[in-house]
């Protein structure tokens, strides 16, 4: 697979502090509450995966809690209950990191490893954090599909790839063919918000996961790609 600045990929550590204001975020929300993993969130799932999942950033009480992304939290009800209906995950529910769910052909991951202060980190933190989403892409099996939730997430991927966010816009259910055989799939994000006020609907992401079954089971042959309801 081709990838672009390999000098900048990173090895993974939960130890990272590289980012102050989120490693002190984080140290506080550990300190605040005793139990929770409070560090920085592994990628969850199947080495050289053909769909990898990239988010935002961990939960405050969802991943920063359980130290597995989107479990335990709103955003990963709507996530994990639809990976299971088209057949990328064993149950349909995650709730902590031992419950035994497991990923079938799928990884997910986020741009940023720490909780950020509201649930928004900054640019700085984010291009920080890019070299180790660059080692996840590294990792892919083969023809693989990169489904971004949310613009932030489509922004990291497109950096890690050292491609121009000008030439890839984002856009729900948009997908774009990228360097390496890569195809890139858009969402907007599973959060609460973005489902409470039905600006994405559970119509629409299970849209872009049948998109994405097609894709992967007919392995991308050459042929053109069908079409995703929006």
Do not use: W
């Given at each position: 697979?081709?990838?672009?600045?390999?000098?900048?990929?990173?090895?993974?550590?939960?130890?990272?502090?590289?980012?102050?204001?989120?490693?002190?975020?984080?140290?506080?929300?550990?300190?605040?509450?005793?139990?929770?993993?409070?560090?920085?969130?592994?990628?969850?799932?199947?080495?050289?995966?053909?769909?990898?999942?990239?988010?935002?950033?961990?939960?405050?009480?969802?991943?920063?809690?359980?130290?597995?992304?989107?479990?335990?939290?709103?955003?990963?009800?709507?996530?994990?209950?639809?990976?299971?209906?088209?057949?990328?995950?064993?149950?349909?529910?995650?709730?902590?990191?031992?419950?035994?769910?497991?990923?079938?052909?799928?990884?997910?991951?986020?741009?940023?490893?720490?909780?950020?202060?509201?649930?928004?980190?900054?640019?700085?933190?984010v291009k920080i954090c890019n070299g180790y989403l660059q080692q996840e892409?590294?990792?892919?099996?083969?023809?693989?599909?990169?489904?971004?939730?949310?613009?932030?997430?489509?922004?990291?991927?497109?950096?890690?790839?050292?491609?121009?966010?000008?030439?890839?816009?984002?856009?729900h259910g948009a997908r774009h063919m990228l360097p390496g055989e890569l195809?890139?799939?858009?969402?907007?994000?599973?959060?609460?918000?973005?489902?409470?006020?039905?600006?994405?609907?559970?119509?629409?992401?299970?849209?872009?996961?049948?998109?994405?079954?097609?894709?992967?089971?007919?392995?991308?042959?050459?042929?053109?790609?069908?079409?995703?309801?929006?």
């Open positions: 697979m081709l990838m672009a600045n390999l000098n900048a990929v990173q090895t993974f550590s939960p130890g990272c502090r590289r980012c102050p204001r989120l490693a002190d975020f984080v140290r506080a929300a550990g300190q605040k509450y005793p139990g929770y993993y409070a560090k920085p969130v592994p990628s969850f799932g199947v080495e050289q995966a053909r769909l990898l999942i990239v988010g935002l950033a961990p939960g405050l009480h969802g991943a920063n809690r359980t130290g597995r992304p989107f479990t335990g939290d709103h955003a990963g009800l709507l996530l994990y209950r639809t990976l299971h209906q088209f057949g990328f995950a064993t149950a349909a529910e995650s709730v902590s990191a031992d419950d035994g769910l497991e990923l079938v052909d799928c990884r997910i991951t986020n741009a940023v490893r720490c909780v950020p202060p509201q649930n928004k980190p900054n640019t700085q933190e892409l590294a990792g892919l099996g083969r023809s693989p599909v990169i489904l971004a939730l949310g613009s932030v997430a489509h922004g990291a991927v497109l950096r890690a790839l050292a491609q121009r966010p000008a030439d890839y816009k984002f856009g195809l890139l799939v858009d969402s907007y994000h599973c959060s609460r918000y973005n489902t409470q006020t039905r600006r994405l609907t559970e119509e629409m992401f299970a849209a872009v996961f049948q998109s994405i079954r097609e894709l992967l089971d007919a392995d991308r042959p050459g042929g053109p790609l069908p079409e995703v309801s929006q």
